[in-house]
């Protein structure tokens, strides 16, 4: 089971939306568009990402860790390791 | 003009490969894959965007900008506080 | 109760390091030091203020959230909930 | 000569302000604080420091990239190659 189960629609679209971005991105590009305006639509992607990456966070610290904190034992430590080394991950990208 | 003009290519290489390192991380997503994978991924695609993001911010600065700066002025200026405010919505996405 | 209770010590060295850092950086701005060795220094100063709030993270998971999620309830739903909100705080600053 | 000269005395006390969060940190682990209002400050001095960082880069391209842009020749563009790799530790910091 993962942590996002109950909202896997709504991630879906906004995964659909950031492609979408993307892809508007390489027309910009394609086009020859002001950096600038690229830069603008890059920094929209980027911080849309990492929304979703904070969404995702929340629902497997809600569900995946505090299920497995439920339980105790190693397997506890282990999700939290886990979710630390995912959160330094995102702070440093 | 652009900055970017002379690696057009090489910018619409990265930008497709980033569309579908989102799209690959919509599919995880409808595969019900563990949520640390999906992060991974995020994390991954956030990242090669922040480096398109740099590398078109310095093909701005070495085109765009030196041009605005080696003819002075207040178009100069005014090319200078767009940069910063780039590279702040940058720092802070 | 905190979760850093066991590294104290440890963290207070750290932010004294860091606290020396920073008015390393006034004193080659009052220096009136080269701007890229200042902006390298602050970069510096910023990361490693990012790592405390990583290892302060950590702990808090490890021990505040997974007992409050070991006793359940609207208490852990809390918790989960904060320590959401911190980590955008982190990923956003 | 030095981008920020102009005005070294707000970035002197922008940076003391910074120096007296890093040490009203330091006290609040000392105290034992709750993580969470730690990490609260902890992001608040980070995001201080990110915008010390931004002024700085601005006044560096407005004066010193400018200035070597205007002259031209491997100056200029070991200028730019100089603020780019800033920027991007920035970006990634």
Redesign the interface.
């Known amino acids: 089971m993962?942590?996002?189960?109950g909202q896997?629609d709504a991630?879906?679209k906004r995964?659909?939306r950031?492609?979408g971005q993307?892809?508007g991105?390489?027309k910009m590009?394609?086009d020859?568009?002001?950096?600038?305006d690229?830069?603008?639509q890059?920094?929209?992607?980027?911080?849309a990402?990492?929304n979703?990456?904070?969404g995702?966070?929340?629902?497997?610290?809600?569900h995946?860790?505090?299920?497995a904190?439920?339980e105790?034992g190693d397997v506890?430590?282990e999700k939290?390791?886990?979710?630390?080394a995912?959160?330094?991950?995102?702070?440093?990208?």
Chains 1, 2, 3, 4 share one sequence.
């Open positions: 993962n942590g996002y189960a896997k991630y879906l995964l659909r950031i492609e993307v892809r991105i390489a590009v394609d020859d568009k002001y950096c600038i690229v830069l603008t890059v920094s929209a992607a980027t911080r990402l990492e979703v990456a904070l995702l966070l929340d629902d497997h610290l809600g995946c860790v505090a299920q904190a439920a105790g506890a430590d939290i390791a886990e979710a630390s995912a959160i330094a991950r995102l702070v440093r990208s």
